[in-house]
């Protein structure tokens, strides 16, 4: 192969990173793994991308993924030698884009506007917020004259829609938000109306789209997620709301330290605690406690502890009788200090949170229980408890029956191996037959 044709952009990247072939090819077939490609590829493969090979279409957003990752900057095709990067469309407006979403959503056919199958980018383009002010786009020829009404009936949607997501789980409720919010509430972005209420709508639907991705990435489409996170920040910017908008990069850390990408997830929540100081005490401890979870995961563990510690300060001095900012109360707030426990390699000390959110959990957030039930048995399990962790996976069960939701599948994936182990143990083969009759629930995932 001659020198003209060998991938020296490819190579000159591979080196920054430090990989050696090997390690690249490894990095790979992770993102690819995220992507459902099942790449099993070695350092002959690189090799012969640095030699000419141009990868298959389909693998090269999982290689430039791998590379973003590593490097913490966009790596194009350009970039990496594999051709010109797509041109960058005109930015449509904000209804715009949601309906096109909303209908690269619905339509598995369109999912190309997307993303590589909704795979989650650690270079993503957030938005800042002095950008989504000064990029608020209302449409020029309105058709009809909303009122706040409309946005009356946004807000009840998006409250029955979240109650759906407790009780059920996203996966359910993600398509009715999902069409209600690329129809109806993009129609009505699109009308007249007076300034505020034009300010009232977006700031309803930022919240609505925000849930929506909440939802998504409970179904595990974490690229999909980041979608409407996108579109959330940019509706609460022409709202010029920003605790949303700080609401919605809260929401970003939870989903980036949930598959391990604790940096991100750390600038995520230390931008969002950024409204803190502007905010009430329950807000404040919303955005600090999942700020300290960041930490933690970063091992910052004097940061973790003192904003923790401020989190609990601020929720002590939320009166009782204020509604509750996206359900954080003392149960998220335990659920919090377990985290950071966890983090911190106190495993007894998070059992302990743990058991003391679900005490305080709501019954009416069933989804969130499930989850923080099988957490709680997990750790249990790892702590050597296994009795103690097959009764608490027991509770599991019975909650979980009832939810359709990825991350709820996993936790029941990791129970089977786990009890698996121990098939010799009369509780815990008692607890693996009642998880087998359960089986078909979990095989049913919309994939």
């Known amino acids: ?18 990989w050696n072939n090997g390690q690249f090819a490894r990095a790979v077939n992770a993102v690819g793994t995220e992507m459902r490609l ?51 469309p005109d930015r449509p407006d904000t209804a715009t884009a949601l309906i096109e979403l ?24 957030v938005p800042g917020w002095q950008d989504v ?44 938000a999902a069409a209600f919010l ?11 109306a007076s300034e505020a209420t034009k300010k009232a709508m977006c700031s309803a639907a930022a919240d609505l789209a925000y849930l929506t991705g909440w939802m998504a990435v409970d179904e595990g489409q974490h690229g999909l997620a980041q979608q409407y996170y996108t579109q959330a920040l940019n509706l609460a910017g022409a709202a010029e709301d920003h605790l949303t908008y700080c609401t919605v990069l809260r929401g970003m850390s939870v989903q980036a330290i949930g598959l391990g990408h604790g940096p991100k997830a750390q600038q995520y929540a230390d931008a969002a605690a950024e409204a803190a100081p502007a905010a009430g005490p329950r807000m404040r401890a919303f955005l600090v406690g999942q700020q300290a979870h960041a930490s933690a995961a970063v091992g910052e563990r004097h940061a973790a502890l003192r904003q923790l510690a401020e989190a609990e300060a601020a929720l002590d001095k939320a009166t009782s009788g204020s509604a509750y900012v996206a359900g954080y109360h003392p149960a998220a707030l335990h659920y919090h200090a377990s985290h950071v426990l966890f983090e ?14 679900n005490r305080h959990r709501p019954p009416t957030e069933r989804r969130a229980r499930v989850r923080s039930t099988a957490l709680l048995a997990e750790r249990q399990f790892a702590f050597g408890h296994l009795e103690a962790a097959c009764a608490t996976w027991g509770t599991f069960l019975d909650d979980y029956q009832h939810v359709s939701s990825a991350r709820c599948d996993d936790h029941f994936a990791t129970l089977r191996h786990s009890v698996a182990q121990h098939a010799g143990n009369r509780i815990a083969r008692a607890l693996g037959e009642k998880a087998r009759t359960l089986a078909p629930t979990a095989d049913r995932r919309v994939t």
């Open 38 to 88: 099942g790449l099993k590829y070695d350092d002959t493969a690189v090799c012969h991308w640095l030699t000419g090979t141009t990868p298959r279409a389909r693998v090269q957003p999982a290689i430039l993924e791998a590379l973003s990752r590593k490097l913490d900057r966009t790596i194009t095709s350009s970039a990496a030698g594999f051709g010109a990067t797509a041109p960058v």
């Open 182 to 192: 690329g129809s109806t509430v993009a129609r009505y972005l699109q009308c007249d």
């Open 102 to 125: 909303w209908r690269a959503d619905m339509d598995p056919s369109r999912r190309t506007v997307l993303g590589a199958v909704g795979l989650y980018s650690v270079a993503l383009a």
């Open 344 to 357: 911190l390699r106190d495993l007894g000390g998070s059992i302990t949170a743990m058991q003391e959110s």
């Open 133 to 176: 002010i000064g990029r608020a786009q209302r449409a020029r020829q309105a058709r009809t004259r909303i009122g706040l009404s409309e946005v009356a009936t946004v807000t009840a949607m998006a409250e029955r829609l979240s109650q759906m997501d407790d009780e059920f789980g996203g996966r359910l409720a993600r398509p009715l």
């Open 1 to 18: 192969m001659s020198d003209r044709t060998r991938n020296t952009a490819l190579q000159n990247l591979i080196r920054e990173t430090g």
